[in-house]
């Protein structure tokens, strides 16, 4: 089993549709965890950090469940521009930070 | 202007060639990472650095060396014993647990 998995996707949806990805860790001790968002031939960009049960920022949430040891991002009213790759991340054992292999979102007109 | 820069933004490489990708960060961030990333998955960490003068490898660190003289800087090495080198290079910065990423090189051996 892979440390960090993620849906691939894509997931197609209209522009003010609701979409979530979800992003489940084998490390049942990991504390932090990140969701970055990366535009095509771009760099990833922070987009939240979740360090307790959950985190919300406008359109975007991000929720923790220890217990089934998933974090799930949440966007609401989706826009064109929301149109990426999401990435979690989650530290391991060792300290150091695991991607996922990012879930491809487009939203379409 | 404060942030992570990385050059060259592409290189192409013959093989045989031993290339250096440049990570420097004016963000005063001690830890540096240096990942790789191949299309379709995601990051993998090849080097990073907790402070100057030291450094410890990654998942994927061979065919890779890297030095940390300064605390500005963190560059990548990229040798000739990496078996597929073709890659977009991400250099991040850290000041605790979030990394910041520079815009990455692509690098193509030809």
């Known amino acids: 089993r892979k440390e960090v998995e993620q849906d691939p996707g894509p997931f197609n949806v209209p522009e003010g549709a609701t979409v979530a990805f979800n992003c489940t860790y084998s490390?049942?001790?990991?504390?932090?965890f990140f969701w970055y968002r990366q535009d095509c031939r771009k760099e990833p960009k922070l987009l939240m950090s979740?360090?307790?049960s959950g985190n919300e920022d406008g359109r975007f949430t991000a929720q923790l469940n220890r217990a089934s040891q998933y974090i799930s991002l949440l966007i609401r009213d989706s826009k064109l521009s929301d149109s990426a790759t999401y990435l979690c991340?989650?530290?391991?054992?060792?300290?150091?930070?695991?991607f996922g292999q990012g879930t491809e979102l487009s939203v379409k007109p | 202007d404060g942030g992570i820069t990385q050059s060259p933004k592409y290189l192409f490489r013959k093989e045989g060639q031993n290339v250096t990708l440049s990570c420097e960060q004016n963000?005063?961030?001690?830890?540096m990472y240096w990942y790789r990333q191949d299309p379709g998955q995601g990051l993998r960490l090849i080097y990073y650095?907790?402070?100057?003068?030291?450094?410890q490898k990654g998942d994927i660190a061979e065919g890779y060396s890297v030095s940390r003289e300064k605390k500005e800087s963190f560059p990548l090495t990229v040798t000739s014993a990496q078996k597929n080198p073709t890659a977009f290079y991400l250099c991040?910065?850290?000041?605790?647990?979030?990394?910041?990423f520079g815009p990455g090189t692509r690098l193509t051996v030809l």
């Open positions: 991040a910065s850290s000041p605790g647990l979030e990394q910041f």
């Open positions: 490390n049942s001790a990991s504390q932090s």
């Open positions: 979740v360090y307790s």
């Open positions: 991340a989650v530290y391991n054992q060792g300290g150091k930070l695991i």
């Open positions: 963000l005063n961030h001690d830890a």
């Open positions: 650095s907790q402070i100057v003068n030291d450094f």
